[in-house]
């Protein structure tokens, strides 16, 4: 028994039941079972009938969906082939799916081929060549990141140097922009033994010498952590505001 044998047993099938067919696959196996058994020779029939099923239930599903789904005006793509085939090596329309798949769902061990990791201060992009950029930079060094030593997040913002560094991404993204493109950038303040950093007014003052503003654009939180009971009551004790806001500047390419 084959998986040409299996699809002959369904076509029989279609022939009766026509679009209902899929509903007799049950039957179909059991037939499928009987025949293979009569043709195997070793000492474990069950469990190779397992491997057999396991390995063609599949490819017959495809085989059943397949017209169907070709009538849409769609293509059914087997997802083995997908993962295996490297993107440069698909339609451009396979590639693509791929890249969103792997967007969507990710997966341990897979990298985007277009999406590489670099300095921010030194982007291997032309002049002149982007249409958009959107920014998360780091805030100050409240947080681990990595331990990259280039992390510009391994300096305190409460020091100038935190924002000469910023600068110089910002004069990157300047450069690699197109004329009048923009630039979204989302940063939030620092509140940070007892001292306030307006990190936000403290960057967009850099920014103002490259960009010109469209927009400047409060981003609130809403289930984040600050917003509990045990953050209310800490900022009553330590009489601090909770930080419940990033900036995002959306600025253009002067
Ligand atoms: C606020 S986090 C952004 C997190 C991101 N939006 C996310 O959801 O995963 C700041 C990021 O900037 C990265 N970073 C720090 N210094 C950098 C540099 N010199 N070039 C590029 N990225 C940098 C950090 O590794 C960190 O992932």
Partial sequence: MTIKDLIKLYETRKKIYGKEAYRYISSLLAEAK???????????????????KGKNLE?????IITDEVRSLGLEVVNG?????TKGENLSKEMSLLKRNLLIDYGEYGSHLPD???????????????VD?????????????????????GKISCEK?????????????????LKPNKAVGWLIGDQWKKKKFIPTGFLLYQRLEKYFETIDTICVTR??????????H????????????????????KK
């Fill in 222 to 231: 809403r289930n984040q952590t600050s917003n509990t009971d045990i953050w």
């Fill in 132 to 152: 958009f950029v959107f920014i998360d930079s780091p805030y100050s060094d409240n947080i681990s990141y990595s331990n990259d030593i280039r992390c510009i």
């Fill in 80 to 84: 083995n082939s997908l993962e295996r």
């Fill in 34 to 52: 009987t025949q293979h058994k009569k043709d195997f020779k070793g000492a474990d029939h069950e469990q190779s009938w397992r491997a057999f």
């Fill in 233 to 252: 009551n800490r900022a009553i004790q330590f009489n601090f505001y909770l930080r419940g806001f990033k900036y995002l500047f959306i600025m253009s």
């Fill in 115 to 129: 999406v590489i990791k670099n300095d921010a201060r030194r982007i291997p992009l032309n002049n002149d060549s």
């Fill in 59 to 63: 490819k017959l599903i495809e085989h």
């Fill in 160 to 176: 100038q140097e935190f924002f000469d560094e910023l600068e110089k991404v910002a004069k990157e993204i300047h450069r690699i």
